[in-house]
Nanobody, 119 residues
Framework: QPQLVESGGGLVQPGGSLRLSCAASGFSFSINAMGWYRQAPGKERELVATIRNTGNTNYTDSVKGRFTISRDNAKNTVYLQMNNLKPEDTAVYYC?????????????WGQGTQVTVSS
């Protein structure tokens, strides 16, 4: 079954950088769009970035110019490079794969990795 495992989170000072990784298995990664979401305590889960199988990307406005999503199909891995981190970036970051079936779609999630931006 589809599985996603995030890694790379941690504690970083404002202005610092982190690179998150998501190792995927159990589905045709190379043809699937992937995404990163995040959720802070007491807040709704929000979409951060997406990447199509073609490499085309989209970002939420708050991270444009700071975050970069990428993928390595040979490794079945999607990355989120986060630069110039801000305290408001603090959240649990989740990797997402939306798989399409005959008459519905289903979201698969990793376990999440904590990113804390603090002085």
């Amino acid at each position: 079954q589809p599985q996603l495992v995030e890694s790379g989170g941690g504690l970083v000072q404002p202005g610092g950088s982190l690179r998150l990784s998501c190792a995927a298995s159990g589905f045709s990664f190379s043809i699937n769009a992937m995404g990163w979401y995040r959720q802070a305590p007491g807040k709704e889960r929000e979409l951060v970035a997406t990447i199509r199988n073609t490499g085309n990307t989209n970002y939420t406005d708050s991270v444009k110019g700071r975050f970069t999503i990428s993928r390595d199909n040979a490794k079945n891995t999607v990355y989120l490079q986060m630069n110039n981190l801000k305290p408001e970036d603090t959240a649990v970051y989740y990797c997402n794969a939306r798989l399409g079936y005959s008459d519905y779609e289903w979201d698969y999630w990793g376990q999440g990795t904590q990113v804390t931006v603090s002085s």
